[in-house]
Structure formats: structure tokens, C-alpha cells
């Protein structure tokens, strides 16, 4: 038995470990269910309560609250996190490629365009259409052939062209990585769970937004400039004074309200205490006050972040807030603790001082004295007059630099700053710097972007979609596990064994890879459960095949299985070499089947050459018969 | 139970009956192609394509000639699912020049039936949109909300207080479905997908797909060729043009003969040509491997022999395996839905043919290569 020990600990170790991983998927399942009860109820309660809510404002209130079951229930976040991911084939969404408009970004930069270059800039983009030469080297082309020099409408008078050239393509590029940071920026306010955004090559977004189905939504997420906006930052005093008031009323209406035993109760006496002030300062137990900082920040983990957001968004709160101030959070988080996000939140003058449309550029440099990274803004001299004024009359105080609504950095007004440019310091490192600089240009430049393919499945689809998926699989299992039954008798059953293994480890390793699984992937799977029984059928033949030469049932095992090795091994692996082109060719949809055909491979060979394989060798250990039909 | 037990065949003396029948397939699998054409999907011809879910059965003769009299061109109008799906494509990615100012009528229409005082002017257009730049800033948020509940997408330019530019978007799906809502508008409907790819995608798609099939066929080439002799990878990959030949030929035959099944290639279906590759080369492979054997064990029986008492051998595997494998595709075909049906039908036949040149294709060719160079094939 001793030789079957190591096989059969890791044959039940890969057992124990893709139950592990599929044990997130389950119990989600499982919340979802709870959760949409939940919400069926409260949106019924909402509307009795008032009839003539709008369907939009339904819709965000419900998600609000959906929010604030997840950021109560930590377990119920996690499970969400390590189930097995599902495409936006299965699950309703948006899949959108971007390319940045070179032609309308040339435009903009170049210095007074006349006729003859919008007639050369339009001859050039129809060129582009058809060839895979870059606008901007056309373009340069097409200039030179008609004998103007570059520097007429691009750069400064000493550069040459091929300098200019570089600029301009890093121009572009500069452009993709401004819209990349507009979009994320929204799309993190609109609440997408699991978006993604990538860049593709140089001029291409590729955008993933799963459970958007309303395409306005989507469009309006996307599409329009951003919006940069100075404001000064509330002093320390008042915003304390406003804190109080909103921790005060919010504990007030809180204990007043019956749905607040949301939370078990704890036995430990730290617990209890923490619990308590939860009780007592409901707002400051989730946004959390430095008392050395002379600033009054409030610090909000990234998972607290809805529950204060529905507690702003309660009227009896919004009515204490004065009108002339808004809360604020900080795009990216201050710092991270135990490996969670942590953002800070302003409290903003509502009014902005200055919008981003003065601004003519910005440079992220490193300050040659101080090597601390800076980042210099020029404005334009309308801008400049009011940015004197501005900075003449806030020194001392903070002036926020916000886009879209969150803020990018707060740097303090040293002093009166004329002629409209500026150095801003204080900057972490130089990636921040490069940052702000991308976030001040989006003010200035914004970056064109078209859409070249969009493709939107609604819900209902996906919906559709995983149940006949979800069917065929069951079905097609369960026909090729009987026809093995049918043909192998008792080989058949184990070769169904290792079937069923083959299917568990390809969810197992999905989840554990956090792969996400489309309907392609489903088909892959199904396909793997028609192909996977061959390495068993190859075995079995030639088991077969051994036994009519008069060998003995052990021997006829052995040799089987080591005549089979090689077949086995050149026969898969030529299929994994198709799955690993079709990975590299594919997107989205084929990566997702690509994906679990390769791993389906590798699962079913484990199944056929290692689990079939001890089940046969204790059955001949134990002098059982092996009946092969 | 057993299949084709100790079957001994002569396969290889049948070849010629085998030359005939894939030789038949692939003329007229050719001459399809070459006077019918394939029919590819909007992954690489690029343009508009809605899925649509109606609540009432809808005739798709009366949509179609309704759609077909907008101006969009050559509409394609089809069921998707059951008969309350509709599935519209148009290869238009834009509305059409003639077309558009139709469409600004429509929109300005609205305009002045909502706001009759506003005055506007149009200071942009693109090929999908256009920006009005009206009179008062305070009605751009109500303007926009009001052309949106018709149907056309509008959006502030900017989140500015005092913007007064708001962008309209008009492109094929939002026409379509604008007009439809008139048309029809007792029996509404849901969108259950919609798709539009730029021209450039799907050239792109097209040059890759194909590389992605060429480089399979060489990595087969190059991986066979190292583990047997280069001549046994010659069959293989000779057997495997010889599949995708055939199936794509049978994609141009069987194009818009059987109702239900629309056979034009998507990227879904490009991803099961490359399985077809894999699995046939599979087939192959096992096949080919016991050849190896055989001639090692019988150094001295001719190579027609040896070929043929592989074959023989291999052959319940090779039929069990098809018909499990011919099984789950089979489910998917029928159970699998519209989004795979493509997918499913061509490994059906995939599997059928690569099945069938395992045996009478890549063997043959391994022998009349043998007898033509008039050389014994070792390992």
C-alpha cells in the first residue's frame, strides 16, 4: 500500500484544493440569493413609501444599498472576490475599444492650421484608414513633399523635423494615457465592479464593463471632456464643526431607526468597545480624524467608502451640510493598511475657483535644487489675472485640484502667484508628479478618443446563455458517461470517475487562477469532456490488447499504460499548441475557450494517467477482477 | 462490449476510392468558394449588427422591408432564437451622408417641439455625431434628457455650469432602433446584444485569424517533424489543409441552404477551425505512432502492411473517441443556443472529417510519398 501513498495524497490534495476554490463561488451563489431577497423587499418598501420615485433614482438607491450589504458583510465581499470570474458574454456588459483621434489631437496642437493643412491633415487620414503607417509620419511626409517645414505649425523654430516628429508621437501616446486616466477615474465613481481598462499598442483603450447594459450610461462614462477644477479647501475649524454636527445627527437618526442591528454580536471586551463608539460617532468610527495633523482630512477604507457614501446621501445629512461645501475624495489612496486602500476625504469649497480651461500646459520635472519632484502649470493670461487673485487672497490654505470630482492634490498656497505660472511641490514621487501632469492637460487637451468596436450583451442574453451552457454541459457529461459505462462496464465507471475529476479541476484551477470563464470557455469544457476520455480509451484499447496476448491482468496494466505513453503525450500536446495560438490570437470570448482547452488538457491527462491509474492498481492489489467490457 | 474487434481491414488497398471522394468534396468545396463565396461575420466585415428580444412574435418578412426602405443600404434581417427574436445587421459602421441630415431634421424636430423658443447651432459634426451649441446653458441638462428619452444619445459637452454644448449621437443601432419604435409601437422589445466593429477591427481579425491558422499548421509541421520523420509530418499537415479545405467549403455550400443555421465565419468559428486542427492531428498522431511501432517490431513486412495493421488496430479508439467527442458537440449544436450554434456545426463536421483523413489521407500519403521516392521509412 505504501508505493499508492503518495498518489492517492495528492490525487485527494487536488480534490481538497479545488473544493477549497470552488467553496467562494458557492457560497456566493448562495448571497445572492439572500441579497436579491433583500433588495426585492427595500425596493418594494421604497416604493410604497414614495410612489413617484423616479426609475434612475430607484435604480442608484437600490445599488447604494446593495453596496452597503457588502461593505457590512466582509465574508460576503470576499466570496465575490474568489469566485469563478464570468465574462461579459455571461454576465451582460460592455466591451469597448478606443482609439485616440491623431487627426482631431493634430488639429488642436497645431499653431494657427490654415486651409492648406486641414486639406493635408484630411488627405493624410484617409491614408491612415487604408495603411498601417502612423498619421503623424504621414502627415510629416505629406508636408515635406509640399515643402513646408514642421516647425510652421508644430514645436518652436529650431527644432528639426524628426525632433518634432518624436513630440508629436509623444503627444499621442501622452493623449492615450489621459484618456486611460479619465475613464478610470470615472469609471471608479460610476461603481462598475471588476471594470477593466488597459491600453493596447499605442493609440488603443480597451474597456471592460461588465453589468452595464444601459449604453447612455456607458457612453456618457466615456465620452465628453473632463472636467478640472480648482477649489479651496475648507479650513480645519469648520470642517470639525461640520463632522460634529453630521456625527451627532447621524448617531441620532441611526439609534432611532430599527434596521441597525445589522451586526452580530461579539463576546470580546475590545469588541464591545469599538462597537460602541460605532454607536456613539457612527460617522467618525469609518472616517477617521489624525488629531496631530494640522489638516482636517478624514481617512476612509476603501470598503467604508458606499457605507459613508449612502450616509452623505441621507436627506436629514444633507440638510445639515451647508450649501457651499461638498465632500471630496482623493483619486488615489493616502496609504495601506493590512492591505486595504485607504482615501482621504476632503471637504471642498462647493464653488470652483478656476476651471482647467486656462490652463495651457503642465510639465512634471524634478526640481534641480531640491531633486524633489515638481510639477510646473502655465495658464493663459486670462487665467493668470484670476489665479493672482485667487492665490493672493488663499494663502495659507489648500487649493484642490479636482477632476471629475475627485481630487488629485491639495497643495498649500505659499504665496501670490502673477503671471500665471506656477510650481506645485510637495509631491510624493515622480510617478504622482507625471500623474498631475496628465490630470492638469486633461483640463487643456482633452484627449479625442473614437470608439472602433463596441459590443453590449444585455443581461437577458448572458442569462440565456449560462443555462443552455450550463445544460449542454450536464448533458453531454451524462451521455458520455453512460456510453463509457455502457462499453467499459467497470473500467467504464472509473474512466467516468476521472471524468468528473477532469471537470471539477478545471473549475478548481479557474478559480484559483481568478480566469474568468465565458461561454467559448463553457464550450471548451464540454469539448474537453467529448476529447478528455480518450487518453482513458487509448489506455484501455491497448489494456485490451495486452490481455488477448495472454498476459496477466497486472502486467497487462503496466504495459498498456507505458505503450500508451507516447501516443497520449504527442496527441495532446499538439492540441495544446492550438490552444496556445488561439490564446495568443483571440480575445475576450476565444482566450476564454483557448484558456480551459489548455487546461482542460492538462486536467484530464492528470485524471487519465494518475487517478485512473491508482484506482486500477489498488483493484490489483487487492486481487480484484478488471473488467474492461 | 466491443467494436471493430480484430478488424483487418485493407484500408490502404481502398485509397483510391478515398482520392475520389475527398477529390469530389474538394472541387466542388472549391468551386463553391470561388463562385459563392464565403460569408463573413461583422467580427471581420466590421458593421452594425442588434439582437433583438420583441414581446410579441414578429414577422421577419414585414421587418425587412420595412428596414430595407430607411436608406441604411443592404439590411440583413433574420430570427435569433425563437420568433420573437430579431436579429438586424447592416456592414454600414455610420450613417450614410444622404442620411443624415433626416436624422438632424428629426432631432431639431424635438428641439423645437420641446423648447419652441430656443435657438441652436450646429458647431460640430462628425460621421456619428453631431454638437449643438443652443442659446440658454440652464436647458442643457433638460434638452438632453428630453433627447434621450426619445431615443438618440445626448450629453453635455462638458460638466461646466455655464456649458451650452450638448453632443448627439447617432449610429446605425440607435437609427434602427429609433425607427422601429415608431414603427412597431405596440410590441416592444429589449436589446439582447449589439455589436459594431470599425472597418479597421476587422481587417485586422481577418490578417490575424489567418496567421493563427497558417501558424498552427507550422507548428504542427515543426513539432511532428521532430518527433517522427519529416514525411510523416508532411501527411499530417497535408491531411489537415485537406480539413479545413473541406469545411470551409462545406461553409460555402451549406450557406443559406438550412434555414436557422447561419454559417459565416465568426471569430467563434475561427477558434473551432483551430480545434478542428488540434483534434485532427490528434487522431492522426495516435495513428502514426503505432505505425512507428509496428515498423519497429516488423523491420521486414512491407510498409502498405504495417500502415494497415495500424490502422486496424487504432481504429476502435479512433471511433470511440469521435463518437464521444461527436456526442458533446452534437449536445452544443442542439442545446448550446444561437451564440454557438456556428461554433458547434463546424467541429461537428470538424470531427467527421478529420476522423475520416486520419485514416484515408495522412496514412496514403505516407506510402505513395514511400513508394514514389522508393525508400524504406525508418525512425
Known amino acids: 500500500m505504501k508505493e499508492f501513498r503518495f498518489r492517492i495524497i495528492l490525487i485527494l490534495g487536488a480534490v481538497a484544493l479545488s473544493l477549497y476554490l470552488l467553496y467562494p463561488t458557492y457560497a456566493d451563489s448562495q448571497n445572492t440569493i439572500t441579497i436579491q431577497s433583500q433588495l426585492e423587499r427595500f425596493r418594494d418598501s421604497l416604493q410604497t413609501a414614495n410612489p413617484n420615485l423616479s426609475d434612475d433614482d430607484l435604480v442608484r438607491l437600490v445599488n447604494l444599498k446593495e453596496d452597503e450589504i457588502y461593505a457590512d458583510k466582509p465574508d460576503f465581499r470576499t466570496a465575490k472576490e474568489k469566485r469563478v470570474k464570468l465574462g461579459l458574454d455571461l454576465q451582460g456588459g460592455m466591451y469597448l475599444v478606443m482609439e485616440v483621434n491623431t487627426a482631431k489631437l493634430l488639429e488642436k496642437l497645431a499653431k494657427d492650421p490654415d486651409q492648406r493643412f486641414l486639406e493635408l491633415l484630411g488627405e493624410a487620414e484617409q491614408q491612415a484608414k487604408i495603411e498601417e503607417v502612423n498619421l503623424v509620419s504621414i502627415l510629416a511626409e505629406k508636408l515635406q513633399q509640399n515643402n513646408i517645414r514642421l516647425s510652421r505649425y508644430f514645436g518652436s523654430i529650431r527644432q528639426d523635423d524628426a525632433d518634432i516628429i518624436d513630440d508629436l508621437q509623444e503627444q499621442e501616446s501622452d493623449a492615450v494615457t489621459r484618456a486611460i486616466e479619465i475613464i478610470r477615474n470615472r469609471v471608479d465613481q460610476y ?26 450610461d456607458a457612453k456618457r462614462l466615456l465620452q465628453g471632456s473632463a472636467l478640472l477644477e480648482f477649489k479651496i479647501v475648507k479650513e480645519s475649524e469648520l470642517t470639525i464643526q461640520i463632522m460634529n454636527s ?40 469609518i472616517a477617521m480624524i489624525n488629531p496631530q495633523s494640522p489638516f482636517a482630512d478624514a481617512f476612509v477604507r476603501e470598503s467604508d467608502r458606499p457605507k459613508l457614501e449612502a450616509y452623505l446621501a441621507r436627506p436629514e445629512i444633507k440638510n445639515i451640510i451647508p450649501d457651499n461645501v461638498e465632500f471630496a475624495f482623493s483619486a488615489k489612496p493616502a496609504s495601506v493598511e493590512g492591505g486595504e486602500n485607504i482615501f482621504r476625504l476632503f471637504l471642498l469649497n462647493k464653488k ?10 503642465a510639465q512634471s520635472n524634478i526640481d534641480p535644487q531640491t531633486t524633489a519632484p515638481i510639477v510646473n502649470m502655465q495658464m493663459n493670461a486670462e487665467g493668470a489675472r484670476e489665479w493672482a487673485r485667487i492665490t493672493g487672497a488663499n494663502i495659507q490654505k489648500r487649493c484642490a485640484i479636482v477632476l471629475d470630482g475627485v481630487v488629485y492634490s491639495a497643495p498649500t498656497i505659499q504665496n501670490k502667484i502673477p503671471g500665471g505660472s506656477s510650481v506645485i511641490e510637495g509631491i510624493g ?3 504622482e508628479a507625471k500623474l498631475l501632469e496628465i490630470v492638469l492637460k486633461a483640463g487643456a487637451l482633452p484627449a479625442p478618443v473614437d ?29 458520455v458517461a453512460i456510453f463509457m459505462i455502457f462499453y467499459y462496464v467497470k473500467a467504464g465507471t472509473i474512466a467516468d470517475l476521472a471524468l468528473f475529476f477532469t471537470v471539477l479541476f478545471i473549475m478548481g484551477i479557474l478559480a484559483g487562477f481568478n480566469a474568468t470563464l465565458t461561454l467559448p470557455g463553457i464550450a471548451g469544457i464540454i469539448l474537453t469532456i467529448g476529447m478528455a476520455v480518450d487518453a482513458n480509451v487509448i489506455i484501455y484499447e491497448r489494456i485490451r490488447e495486452e490481455l488477448a496476448t495472454g498476459k496477466t491482468v497486472r502486467a497487462a496494466i503496466d504495459s498498456g499504460y507505458s505503450n500508451s505513453y507516447s501516443a497520449i503525450f504527442d496527441s495532446n500536446i499538439t492540441t495544446f499548441f492550438t490552444g496556445v495560438i488561439l490564446y495568443q490570437f483571440g480575445s475576450g470570448p476565444v482566450q476564454g475557450f483557448a484558456l480551459t482547452l489548455m487546461i482542460g488538457i492538462a486536467c484530464s491527462l492528470f485524471a487519465a494517467l494518475v487517478v485512473t491509474r491508482i484506482v486500477f492498481d489498488l483493484m490489483a492489489a487487492k486481487g480484484m477482477k478488471v473488467n474492461l467490457g | 462490449m466491443r467494436i471493430f474487434e480484430n478488424t483487418n481491414f485493407d484500408f490502404l488497398g481502398k485509397r483510391k476510392i478515398a482520392y475520389i471522394v475527398s477529390g469530389v468534396l474538394l472541387v466542388f468545396g472549391l468551386l463553391s468558394l470561388l463562385f459563392k463565396g464565403i460569408e463573413f461575420g461583422i467580427d471581420f466585415k466590421g458593421g452594425t449588427e442588434i439582437a433583438l428580444e420583441f414581446e410579441k412574435p414578429i414577422e421577419v418578412g414585414d421587418a425587412r422591408d420595412y428596414l430595407g426602405g430607411l436608406g441604411l443600404g443592404n439590411i440583413e434581417v433574420k430570427t435569433f432564437g425563437g420568433e420573437t427574436g430579431l436579429l438586424i445587421r447592416s456592414e454600414l459602421q455610420e450613417i450614410p451622408a444622404d442620411l443624415f441630415p433626416s436624422v438632424l431634421e428629426r432631432v431639431e424636430t424635438l428641439i423645437s417641439k420641446n423648447f419652441p423658443d430656443l435657438t441652436y447651432q450646429i458647431t460640430d459634426t462628425t460621421s456619428s455625431s453631431v454638437t449643438y451649441s443652443i442659446s440658454d446653458p440652464l436647458l442643457v441638462g433638460p434638452l438632453t434628457d428630453k433627447l434621450t428619452n426619445s431615443g438618440f444619445q ?7 455650469e455655464n456649458n451650452s454644448k450638448l453632443i448627439v449621437r447617432v449610429g446605425i443601432a440607435d437609427w434602427i432602433q429609433e425607427n422601429l419604435l415608431e414603427y412597431m409601437p405596440d410590441n416592444k422589445f429589449k436589446v439582447l446584444k449589439e455589436d459594431n466593429v470599425g472597418p479597421k477591427v476587422g481587417g485586422e481579425l481577418k490578417r490575424d485569424a489567418t496567421i493563427a491558422v497558417l501558424l498552427a499548421l507550422v507548428v504542427m509541421l515543426i513539432y511532428l517533424g521532430f518527433r517522427f520523420k519529416f514525411v510523416f509530418a508532411l501527411g499530417a499537415v497535408a491531411a489537415l489543409f ?58 521486414t513486412a512491407p510498409l502498405e502492411d504495417n500502415i494497415n495493421k495500424a490502422i486496424n488496430k487504432t481504429i476502435p479508439r479512433t471511433i470511440i473517441t469521435s463518437l464521444t467527442t461527436l456526442i458533446v458537440v452534437a449536445v452544443l449544436l442542439f442545446f448550446g443556443g444561437e451564440v454557438l450554434r456556428g461554433f458547434a456545426f463546424t467541429l461537428f463536421f470538424g470531427v467527421v472529417i478529420g476522423t475520416y483523413s486520419s485514416i484515408f489521407v495522412a496514412s496514403p500519403f505516407v506510402l505513395e510519398y514511400a513508394s514514389k521516392v522508393k525508400k524504406n521509412i525508418q525512425f
Do not use: C, W
Open chain 1, 246 to 285: 453630521i456625527d451627532t445627527k447621524l448617531a441620532e437618526s441611526l439609534k432611532s431607526s430599527t434596521d441597525t442591528t445589522l451586526s452580530d454580536d461579539t463576546t470580546s471586551a475590545e469588541d464591545m468597545t469599538q462597537e460602541e463608539f460605532a454607536r456613539e460617532h457612527p460617522f467618525y468610527a
Open chain 1, 352 to 361: 470652483a475657483e478656476l476651471t482647467g480651461g486656462v490652463i495651457v500646459d
Open chain 2, 154 to 160: 445626448a450629453i453635455r459637452f462638458n460638466q461646466e
Open chain 1, 451 to 479: 470608439i472602433i468596436e463596441e459590443r453590449t450583451v444585455g443581461p437577458s442574453l448572458g442569462q440565456d446563455s449560462i443555462s443552455q451552457g450550463l445544460n449542454s454541459l450536464i448533458i453531454g457529461f451524462v451521455i
Open chain 1, 191 to 216: 461603481g462598475v465592479s471588476e471594470p477593466s481598462i488597459q491600453k493596447q499598442g499605442a493609440r488603443r483603450i480597451i474597456v471592460e464593463l461588465p453589468g452595464i447594459s444601459k449604453e447612455e
Open chain 2, 242 to 299: 485537406h480539413d479545413v479545405l473541406i469545411t470551409l467549403g462545406i461553409f460555402s455550400i451549406l450557406y443559406n441552404v438550412i434555414p436557422g443555421l447561419n454559417l459565416e465565419i465568426s471569430v467563434n468559428v475561427v477558434a473551432a477551425f483551430l480545434t478542428l486542427v488540434g483534434y485532427s492531428i490528434n487522431d492522426t498522431v495516435i495513428v502514426f505512432d503505432r505505425i512507428r511501432e509496428n515498423i519497429k517490431i516488423h523491420k
Open chain 1, 429 to 431: 514621487d515622480l510617478e
